[in-house]
């Protein structure tokens, strides 16, 4: 079927995809949180940016730290409004009368998942950017990277696995 002819279902959201729309809603508060309790114990600079090594190499404004949550937030607003429309993603099989409910689904969860990541993400990089920037980050320097990288590799495995489980 074409994309164009495809039809437009109203697909009540699967337990999953609640359970992911509440922890991207936790997420976004606490990546506006974190900034709002911690402004005021913050030097005039934040690291802005971190090497290999997780050492700070870049220092700006502490008003850069709304940068990450106000990004979070809108990109949380227009990855929720994508899941209204999933007759209009790319799928990788054919789309038919039969099987456009299931393939529908699995393109709301995929994008709903990569809206949480993406938000715990961004929290998790606030994080650290405060303790880094109160001088608390420690250790944390040195397994920051490496997690952040594993998790984007669980990210896109887990989307790849959904998008090829057989029903």
């Not at 337990?15 to 402004?39: F, H, K, V």
């Not at 689904?105 to 109160?134: E, K, S, Y």
Request: with cysteine; net charge positive.
């Amino acid at each position: 079927m074409a994309k164009k002819n495809r039809p437009v279902l109203k697909i009540p959201r699967s337990e999953q995809e609640r359970l992911l729309d509440t922890l991207t809603i936790i997420a976004i508060a606490l990546l506006i949180l974190l900034p709002t309790l911690n402004y005021g114990s913050l030097p005039d600079e934040v690291p802005t940016h971190f090497n290999a090594k997780g050492e700070a190499d870049a220092w700006n404004s502490k008003l850069y730290l709304w940068i990450l949550p106000s990004l979070g937030v809108l990109m949380a607003i227009l990855m929720q409004l994508l899941t209204t429309i999933p007759h209009h993603y790319n799928y990788k099989v054919e789309i038919t009368e039969e099987n456009a409910p299931k393939q529908c689904q699995r393109g709301r969860t995929i994008i709903r998942f990569f809206n949480t990541f993406d938000t715990i993400l961004f929290t998790v990089i606030t994080w650290f950017i405060i303790r880094a920037a109160q001088g608390d980050a420690g250790e944390m320097n040195k397994w920051m990277l490496p997690v952040i990288l594993i998790a984007t590799l669980f990210a896109v495995i887990y989307a790849f696995w959904i998008i090829h489980k057989k029903d």
